[in-house]
């Protein structure tokens, strides 16, 4: 925002496409901060979108997540498979069907998901916690 503001008063010709090109930036980075703030908030399945890493898999993520808000945990489930279809290495997708599994009752498998989760993500703070819980720890 500094260096938008330096710009915004100047009337020189030479400093106009700096001026739009910063204050345009400056309008990116809140958004994204925004977004950021938006998934923290509203948690859960949410918290996997920053964790992947093309439009088609964050779609997938927030359809799982939005089939989980309106009590449609099988539409869930396979936007979940469908993501983890597209790419098998990422510790956020178990996460994400762990977290169906669980809302299907189905204990077992999301113990399973989020034991794969933690294994491909070993640091990661949310399969470790999950694990945790299922296994009843």
């Given at each position: ?38 998934i923290e908030k509203r948690g859960g399945i949410w918290k996997a979108i920053p964790h992947v890493h093309t439009e088609e898999l964050a779609r997938n993520v927030a359809g799982a ?73």
């Open positions: 925002i500094r260096l938008a503001k330096e710009t915004h008063y100047t009337t020189s010709q030479d400093l106009q496409e700096i001026r739009k090109i910063r204050w345009a930036n400056t309008l990116r980075y809140a958004s994204l901060e925004g977004i950021r703030r938006g997540a939005s089939g989980l808000e309106h009590g449609n945990p099988l539409f869930a489930k396979m936007e979940a498979e469908w993501a983890l279809k597209l790419q098998t290495d990422n510790w956020a997708l178990y996460c994400v069907l762990g977290e169906v599994e669980l809302a299907l009752g189905q204990t077992s498998e999301a113990l399973m998901s989020f034991t794969r989760a933690l294994e491909l993500g070993p640091t990661e703070e949310w399969p470790l916690k999950r694990v945790g819980e299922v296994r009843g720890g």
